[in-house]
């Protein structure tokens, strides 16, 4: 079970936002990070918990290992009001958290 | 570049099957890739339907394994969705997705079950 907090974040523009995901057992470092947007697919941002797409700005970060996981967006720019989802491909079935929304504070 | 193009009905009758294809373009589904369905109720969080080796061997959710059933045609480059006995709780969009870290998606398809 993958669990994410919050499930809202109210952010201003510029400013850091952090989000978790904890997993109820433990999946090494095979954690991945997806933004989404309304009436689109997710997008691939983070794997291997840690490690950055191509082409994805480096102010998302992610870090963690094993059980808990964090997504940083280190200033937040009005491109980036989304929802985040983890997901973890470790164990079948793959599996997503329940998503955090962040939205402008 | 690689493209993926769900189609299939937008709305099916509930106890039918619901079927739905891929279209892939700019990447053989003989690659060696797992081609995968993912579904997403509305206003909730994605599911991981299934997956399909370009061997043919295939992963199911034990959450739907009973109904689903994935297949490739490889002589059109697509493969394709069957969800048997459907509910109005398989209303969602599917995604039709290229591998298992999910970098490529295709836009989604909203299915609607209902009379």
């Known amino acids: 079970v993958m669990t994410q907090s919050p499930a809202t974040l109210s952010v201003s523009p510029g400013q850091r936002a952090t989000l978790s995901c904890r997993a109820s057992?433990?999946?090494?470092?095979?954690l991945a990070w997806y933004q989404q947007k309304p009436g689109q697919a997710p997008r691939l941002l983070i794997y291997g918990a840690s490690t950055r797409v191509t082409g994805i700005p480096a102010r998302f970060s992610g870090s963690g290992s094993g059980t808990e996981f964090t997504l940083t967006i280190s200033s937040l720019q009005s491109e980036d009001f989304a929802v985040y989802y983890c997901k973890q491909y470790n164990h079948w079935p793959l599996t997503f958290g329940g998503g955090t929304k962040v939205e402008i504070k | 570049q690689v493209r993926l193009q769900e189609s299939g009905p937008g709305l099916v009758q509930p106890s039918g099957t619901l079927s739905l294809t891929c279209a892939v373009s700019?990447?053989?589904?003989?690659?060696?890739?797992?081609w995968i369905w993912v579904r997403q109720p509305p206003g909730k969080r994605p599911e991981w339907i299934g997956e399909?080796?370009?061997?043919?061997?295939?992963n199911y959710n034990p959450s739907l394994k009973s109904r689903v059933t994935l297949s490739l045609d490889k002589s059109k480059n697509q493969f394709s969705l069957e969800l048997t006995s459907a509910t109005a709780a398989d209303t969602a969009v599917y995604y039709c997705?290229?591998?298992?870290?999910?970098?490529?998606w295709g836009q989604g398809t909203l299915v609607t079950v209902s009379s």
């Open positions: 700019g990447d053989s589904i003989s690659s060696s890739h797992w």
């Open positions: 057992q433990s999946l090494s470092s095979s």
């Open positions: 997705v290229r591998d298992r870290l999910s970098s490529h």
């Open positions: 399909i080796f370009h061997t043919g061997g295939t």
